[in-house]
């Protein structure tokens, strides 16, 4: 696609005029025919190899009959020309680069190539952007500017005219006949596809997004993988809780939120954990799951398989079909259950850094088609059947485990729980047996001993890129806290048995959340030692969670809670001014 230097409105955020002395990116080979990308490189191939094969069959011929090369026919002519044609194209579509210079006189050394606008683009954004926080110290008032400054600024930072092509786009959209989710393919450009799908939304609803950011965000990156039809992006503050000293290791802990309180809270946990010692944690399962559900005509047919997949002496051929699917995927167990003729298999496996739901899916899939080898009978309703169970709160993730099962644990002494925490262990101990334990049972709760373990779960999923719909079965967790030392100290753990997390794939690979993952030293995936970073992220969402149970729960004892949320979580805006 085009690449363009543009100025950026640093208040908007929306792209302005190109500048007098931009310069444009050159003509590209794959602009040789108005046709499709796929169909110009067939009609280049074919041509190449069709010549070729004439050329060299005339030339045999004319060698055999001792006629002279030099003389050439008419065909013989145009064949040469369309030959050379289809070479310049092929060298010039696969990245040679003089080739494009010959054509377009366009050299290396000139003072705007690509790289350089995109940089440049990096570089304006930069500079536009505000150096420090919007803090009480500092005047984040409005700058005022002379008359005469302010008319030639809002001169230049006028949105760009959509071009003539643009505005039929917008309107076929609007009228049905183009549909929105084929923009990109279609302009082949995945940012002006957002911003044309926009502009349609607007005029289809006839609602605003002026709100909403389109600028500032790599619209590439998620095609394909993370986002369809997208029309901007959502702005979440992300706040830092810590450091988290946990297994003698010290983590910044990022937290994408937009509840008050719940950032700072965790910090004052952080620093409980801190100042006895750290906490420690033990991973004790890794293994993601997909539970098919078959079908067959009886239940005995069912329960022949049940007893197949169940039999140790198979276990290691389904292991190397299922390992087919992956270099990371290894195959862990088997667990079936039957309703009726139905069957259920619950497939676990280990999948490296990545948080795995794709790759035990294909897994899981080799097996179902080697399985119809040996029962043809058996009918698929579906590769999954819920008795995985995935973003949904189930009594077999909170048994078994999903993801990485991890237990937290620390010692905090007395004297932090009176100075830090503002309360004392026996009524942080009574509280959680009323709260946590008895109060959830009470009300029927599946996984949910503990006070608020889904809204640290939540925050961190989000900053680092997990899939936030996790925080389902992410969430199940235990608080347990005792008086140890003779009463004085508390022992306090939390016991997480299904945290779904990665540090590959998915979101992972977007600039904020992998700059977050970056912070805490689990980015990307760990070449000495498969699984590494997303154990290591597992556990600090583990210690995190232990900190937010700590430091709210204290705040519940000591009766902290309204006071502290009427003072960070309230707004003192007043809504009637803000304009829509």
Same mark, same amino acid.
């Given at each position: 696609?085009?690449?363009?230097?543009?100025?950026?409105?640093?208040?908007a955020g929306?792209?302005?005029?190109?500048?007098?002395?931009?310069?444009?990116?050159?003509?590209?080979?794959?602009?040789?025919?108005p046709l499709?990308?796929?169909?110009t490189?067939?009609?280049?191939f074919t041509? !190449?190899?069709?010549?070729?094969?004439?050329?060299?069959h005339?030339?045999?011929?004319?060698?055999?009959?001792?006629?002279?090369?030099?003389?050439?026919?008419l065909?013989?002519?145009?064949?040469? $020309?369309?030959?050379?044609?289809?070479?310049?194209?092929?060298?010039?579509?696969?990245?040679?680069?003089?080739? +494009?210079?010959?054509?377009?006189?366009?050299?290396?050394h000139?003072?705007w190539?690509?790289?350089?606008?995109?940089?440049?683009?990096? !570089?304006?954004?930069e500079?536009d952007s505000l150096?420090?926080?919007?803090?009480?110290?500092?005047?984040?008032?409005?700058?005022?500017?002379?008359?005469?400054?302010?008319a030639?600024?809002?001169v230049? +930072?006028?949105?760009p005219?959509?071009?003539?092509?643009?505005?039929?786009?917008i309107?076929?959209?609007?009228?049905?006949?183009?549909?929105?989710?084929s923009?990109?393919?279609?302009?082949?450009?995945?940012?002006?596809?957002?911003?044309?799908?926009?502009?349609?939304?607007?005029r289809i609803?006839?609602?605003?997004?002026?709100?909403?950011?389109?600028?500032g965000?790599?619209?590439?990156?998620?095609l394909?993988?993370?986002?369809?039809?997208?029309?901007g992006?959502? +702005?979440?503050?992300?706040?830092?809780?810590?450091?988290l000293?946990?297994?003698?290791?010290?983590?910044?802990v990022?937290?994408?939120?937009?509840?008050?309180?719940?950032?700072?809270?965790?910090?004052?946990?952080?620093?409980?954990i801190?100042?006895?010692?750290?906490?420690?944690?033990?991973?004790?399962?890794?293994?993601?799951?997909?539970?098919?559900?078959?079908?067959?005509?009886?239940?005995?047919?069912?329960?022949?398989?049940k007893?197949?997949?169940?039999?140790?002496?198979?276990?290691?051929?389904?292991?190397? $079909?299922?390992?087919?699917?992956?270099?990371?995927?290894?195959?862990?167990?088997i667990?079936c259950a039957?309703a009726?003729k139905?069957?259920?298999?619950?497939?676990?496996?280990?999948?490296?850094?990545?948080?795995?739901?794709?790759?035990v899916?294909k897994g $899981?899939?080799n097996?179902?088609?080697?399985?119809?080898n040996?029962?043809?009978?058996?009918?698929?309703?579906?590769i999954?059947?819920?008795f995985?169970?995935d973003?949904?709160?189930a009594?077999v993730n909170?048994?078994?485990g999903?993801?990485?099962?991890?237990?937290?644990?620390?010692?905090?002494?007395?004297? *932090?729980?009176?100075?830090v925490?503002?309360?004392n262990?026996?009524?942080?101990?009574?509280?959680?047996?009323l709260k946590n334990l008895?109060g959830?049972?009470?009300?029927?709760?599946?996984?949910?001993?503990n006070?608020?373990?889904?809204?640290?779960?939540?925050?961190?999923?989000i900053?680092?890129? +997990?899939?936030?719909?996790?925080?389902v079965?992410?969430?199940?967790?235990?608080?347990?806290?005792?008086? $140890?030392?003779?009463?004085?100290?508390?022992?306090?753990?939390?016991?997480?048995?299904?945290?779904? *997390?990665?540090?590959?794939?998915?979101?992972?690979?977007?600039a904020?959340q992998?700059?977050?993952?970056?912070l805490?030293? *689990?980015?990307?995936?760990n070449?000495?030692?498969?699984g590494?970073?997303?154990?290591?992220?597992?556990?600090?969402?583990?210690?995190?969670?232990?900190?937010?149970?700590?430091?709210?729960?204290?705040?519940?004892?000591?009766?902290?809670?309204?006071?502290?949320?009427?003072?960070?979580?309230?707004?003192s805006?007043d809504?009637?001014?803000?304009?829509?």
């Amino acid at each position: 696609m085009d690449v363009r230097r543009r100025h950026l409105n640093p208040t908007a955020g929306e792209p302005l005029k190109p500048h007098k002395h931009q310069i444009t990116s050159s003509a590209k080979a794959s602009d040789a025919l108005p046709l499709p990308l796929y169909l110009t490189n067939g009609v280049f191939f074919t041509l !190449f190899f069709s010549v070729a094969y004439f050329l060299l069959h005339r030339w045999r011929e004319k060698i055999r009959n001792s006629m002279p090369l030099h003389v050439v026919t008419l065909s013989e002519l145009a064949a040469v $020309v369309t030959l050379i044609a289809s070479v310049i194209y092929l060298l010039g579509f696969f990245g040679i680069d003089f080739v +494009q210079s010959v054509l377009t006189g366009r050299h290396s050394h000139d003072g705007w190539d690509a790289e350089d606008e995109i940089n440049s683009d990096r !570089f304006i954004i930069e500079e536009d952007s505000l150096k420090k926080p919007c803090g009480a110290g500092i005047d984040c008032s409005p700058v005022v500017l002379a008359p005469a400054k302010a008319a030639a600024l809002e001169v230049e +930072q006028k949105s760009p005219i959509l071009e003539a092509e643009d505005e039929e786009i917008i309107k076929s959209v609007v009228a049905g006949t183009t549909p929105s989710y084929s923009l990109e393919t279609k302009l082949g450009d995945c940012k002006k596809a957002a911003l044309v799908r926009r502009e349609a939304l607007q005029r289809i609803t006839g609602k605003s997004l002026s709100g909403l950011p389109l600028d500032g965000f790599d619209y590439d990156s998620i095609l394909g993988q993370c986002c369809e039809m997208p029309v901007g992006y959502v +702005q979440i503050p992300v706040g830092i809780a810590g450091p988290l000293l946990l297994d003698g290791r010290e983590y910044s802990v990022p937290m994408a939120t937009t509840e008050g309180c719940l950032v700072a809270s965790t910090n004052r946990g952080c620093k409980a954990i801190y100042l006895c010692g750290g906490a420690t944690s033990v991973l004790l399962r890794d293994g993601m799951t997909r539970a098919p559900v078959v079908r067959f005509g009886t239940a005995k047919r069912a329960a022949e398989l049940k007893f197949f997949l169940e039999d140790e002496m198979n276990f290691d051929t389904l292991s190397v $079909v299922f390992n087919k699917s992956s270099r990371f995927a290894r195959l862990q167990g088997i667990k079936c259950a039957i309703a009726g003729k139905n069957l259920y298999t619950r497939f676990t496996c280990s999948t490296g850094d990545a948080m795995g739901m794709n790759m035990v899916s294909k897994g $899981v899939q080799n097996v179902l088609d080697f399985l119809r080898n040996d029962f043809p009978d058996m009918d698929v309703i579906g590769i999954s059947g819920n008795f995985c169970s995935d973003k949904k709160p189930a009594a077999v993730n909170w048994i078994e485990g999903r993801g990485k099962s991890v237990v937290c644990e620390a010692i905090i002494k007395e004297e *932090v729980v009176r100075k830090v925490l503002k309360t004392n262990v026996a009524a942080l101990v009574e509280l959680n047996m009323l709260k946590n334990l008895t109060g959830s049972a009470m009300a029927g709760a599946l996984g949910g001993f503990n006070a608020h373990a889904s809204n640290i779960v939540s925050a961190v999923y989000i900053a680092t890129g +997990q899939d936030p719909a996790q925080n389902v079965e992410s969430s199940h967790c235990i608080t347990m806290m005792e008086a $140890v030392n003779d009463g004085k100290d508390l022992h306090v753990s939390v016991t997480m048995p299904s945290i779904e *997390v990665g540090t590959v794939g998915g979101g992972t690979q977007l600039a904020s959340q992998s700059a977050c993952l970056n912070l805490l030293g *689990v980015k990307g995936a760990n070449k000495e030692s498969a699984g590494s970073n997303s154990r290591l992220l597992a556990t600090i969402v583990a210690g995190s969670v232990l900190a937010g149970e700590l430091s709210l729960m204290s705040a519940l004892a000591a009766g902290q809670l309204v006071n502290s949320h009427m003072k960070y979580n309230r707004s003192s805006r007043d809504v009637t001014k803000v304009s829509s």
